[in-house]
């Protein structure tokens, strides 16, 4: 028993070496042989769980959180997950086998809308009892709409506090906004909808194909895709009111983050604003690449020269990398996550799946609003998962 727990040690040490070097394959390898030398082998078993989950093999997944729970039957935490895996697992199997037949299909349209109205009530009913002047029930409503036009990305977790800062921030005149990155999303139509016109910019015209699409509708005069580099974009000088990147600045590799804040604020006018939403942490990395990621960026990584996600931004990453390159004023700095008693489960965001092929995404809105909070700088130490929203704006000299 003993060799086998420090032969499992050994294989444990070869996946902290391979997962410190970025080799995903090795470690995953080395996990599996750990187990299968010691098939109670606790934190093998975490890892390997959590990797299967994280790339959508559920039953694997479960297998590892059952043995975690028979070494661990007093976890809570483990009891929850193999709780929540199992619930995985049974979406999967249903969508594969049972969701294409037609009785279920018809089904399973009806039971999404009504499921769509209780997220847009529930929504609703949770800005009201936290006395919240938010846009999240407007954006979630737009979004129902949209989604029969074009096959735009289910709206996710995280991006609901973003969207809602951005929201917050925008000239309330409207006006031409410039947004970022914004593939597939329903944003730029949303914000048609708001007064403004919008250049919804991306890498490749293949990544804006919802955009085009939408192009053609009614929203035609408003909504103008365009393929281009974000420093080499043919806009003016001075040209634009505002300026929003959600989710956007984390993937663009090397210094080019500080580069693009730098061309943006050219491209906006006196007075104008420069919005950017990222991912934070207490403290500052980059070993966040498209290896270490799994299946979330496979689509994105398509048309993006295989650039993932590049960096997790810190306070002082901010300021040194945003901020200061930009020559733009800091308005607003804010930090939204999880951090609640439940915050280590991350209830919230773990519990919504953002690609919506296991389960709806529907109640992403309303368990944003009920886990969600503002957090001061010295709560990303502790929280679940993090996220940085930053208003800079044009001095009217400059």
Not at 77 to 106: E, N
Not at 152 to 167: A, G, H, Q, R, T
Request: hydrophobic residues 40%.
């Amino acid at each position: 028993m003993n060799s086998s727990k420090i032969q499992a040690d050994l294989f444990m040490e070869q996946a902290r070496t391979a997962a410190a070097q970025g080799r995903m394959e090795e470690v995953v390898e080395a996990l599996r042989q750990a187990v299968q030398a010691a098939p109670f082998h606790a934190e093998a078993n975490a890892h390997l769980a959590w990797i299967d989950s994280q790339n959508g093999s559920y039953r694997s997944a479960l297998a590892a959180y059952g043995r975690l729970l028979l070494c661990r039957p007093w976890s809570v935490h483990v009891l929850l997950r193999t709780i929540q895996c199992t619930w995985l697992l049974g979406r999967q199997l249903y969508h594969h086998h049972l969701a294409p037949l037609a009785p279920f299909a018809y089904t399973q349209k009806g039971v999404r809308n009504i499921l769509e109205w209780i997220s847009h009530a529930g929504a609703r009913v949770l800005e009201k009892a936290k006395h919240r002047n938010s846009f999240i029930s407007q954006w979630i409503r737009h979004h129902q709409r949209i989604r029969r036009q074009a096959p735009v990305n289910p709206y996710e977790y995280y991006k609901v506090s973003e969207i809602d800062f951005v929201l917050h921030h925008l000239p309330k005149n409207g006006g031409i906004c410039v947004d970022m990155g914004c593939g597939r999303s329903a944003f730029p139509s949303f914000l048609t909808t708001r007064g403004y016109r919008v250049i919804a910019v991306e890498l490749h015209w293949e990544s804006l194909s919802v955009q085009q699409h939408l192009c053609g509708s009614h929203h035609g005069e408003s909504l103008h895709p365009l393929a281009a580099d974000f420093l080499n974009m043919p806009l003016l000088d001075s040209s634009v009111d505002a300026v929003t990147l959600i989710s956007t600045i984390e993937h663009v590799p090397g210094d080019g983050d500080r580069q693009t804040v730098q061309r943006l604020a050219r491209i906006l006018k006196p007075g104008g604003g420069l919005i950017i939403t990222m991912p934070v942490a207490a403290r500052y990395r980059e070993e966040w690449t498209a290896g270490t990621i799994g299946h979330v960026y496979a689509e994105a990584l398509t048309h993006s020269g295989g650039q993932g996600f590049m960096r997790v931004y810190d306070p002082t990453g901010i300021q040194e990398r945003l901020i200061r390159p930009s020559g733009l004023t800091l308005v607003r700095l804010a930090y939204f996550g999880e951090r609640t008693q439940w915050g280590w489960l991350g209830l919230g965001r773990n519990f919504v799946d953002h690609r919506g092929g296991v389960h709806p995404s529907v109640f992403a809105a309303p368990l944003n609003l009920l886990f969600t909070r503002e957090l001061q700088e010295w709560e990303l130490i502790d929280a679940r998962w993090s996220i940085a929203c930053v208003y800079l704006r044009k001095n009217s000299l400059s």
